[in-house]
């Protein structure tokens, strides 16, 4: 049985004004109808910078667009004297249906630690967002720990902000996969995904880490998009680099064909 609908979504990180944005969103949503994107079969969402939102929301929702969108980070503070920072109300505000919390450029750069991964998480959950959790090794980790120890123990630390119900997305981002042109192999992927989901099974029970989409990301592409998800626990991709070429995107997000 398929119980999770396969997700595939574009980071841009910080790429394209709001002005760029509108442009390419609606290419991106000319190359998908034209290919008769079926959004039932595979869900598609894009990760824009905070200042694109209200243009992308404007357009998806003038247009009726099946395209969702996200963002690529959430205050861990509902509102107040927190400067510079994005509240997850005033995005729940814009229709926004996820956010990305704890990607590896937020830890390393930003020194997000998973107590505060685990805390914009709940941010999220707090205005209905569904958070997609990001974890994964850095080489040194992979050297010293093997595959699976380092994303785990970061999943565990930022459920424990969680309640079980919680509806969120899991992203495995192994370090250095991004942005390094070399992705996992599915294989190794597959080795971690499982591991997570197991983890879910044991923090959540059976019936919502069945239901809870595990997402591979690092140096996806169209040629290698297929093999990843054949994995069993590999539900979709985060895209980087790949999800800011439309034609290339279009065709990750078409990769049953
Ligand atoms: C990312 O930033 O989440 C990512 C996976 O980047 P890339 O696809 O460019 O490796």
Same mark, same amino acid.
């Given at each position: ?33 034209? @290919?008769? *994107?079926?959004? %039932?079969? &595979?869900? +598609? =969402? ?8 209200? /243009? ?86 992979? @050297?010293? *720990?093997?595959? %699976?120890? &380092?994303? +785990? =123990? ?8 969680? /309640? ?94």
């Amino acid at each position: 049985v398929e119980q999770r609908t396969p997700f595939i979504a574009g980071n841009w990180k910080m790429n394209l004004d709001h002005l760029q944005a509108i442009a390419f969103v609606q290419k991106l949503s000319w190359s998908l109808s034209d @290919a008769k *994107h079926d959004f %039932s079969q &595979v869900e +598609v =969402a894009v990760f824009p910078p905070f200042t694109d939102l209200r /243009s992308v929301q404007t357009l998806i929702s003038a247009d009726k667009l099946e395209l969702g969108f996200g963002s690529q980070d959430v205050s861990q503070h509902d509102s107040g004297a927190y400067t510079g920072e994005i509240s997850g109300n005033f995005l729940a505000r814009l229709d926004v249906q996820y956010a990305i919390v704890g990607h590896s450029e937020r830890r390393q750069f930003h020194g997000e630690t998973d107590a505060v991964v685990g805390a914009k998480a709940a941010a999220a959950v707090r205005h209905s967002i569904v958070p997609i959790i990001c974890v994964g090794e850095t080489a040194e980790d992979l @050297a010293e *720990h093997g595959p %699976s120890a &380092v994303p +785990v =123990a970061q999943l565990r630390e930022v459920l424990s902000s969680l /309640s079980a119900d919680a509806d969120i997305v899991v992203a495995y981002e192994p370090v250095w996969a991004i942005g390094s042109g070399k992705a996992a192999t599915a294989e190794q992927a597959e080795q971690v995904c499982s591991a997570l989901r197991e983890t879910l099974v044991e923090l959540l029970g059976e019936e919502r880490a069945t239901a809870t989409r595990i997402l591979y990301g690092g140096s996806v592409k169209s040629e290698n998009i297929a093999r990843f998800m054949r994995e069993p626990n590999i539900d979709g991709a985060l895209v980087g680099g790949a999800s800011l070429a439309i034609e290339e995107f279009s065709r990750i997000i078409q990769f049953k064909k």
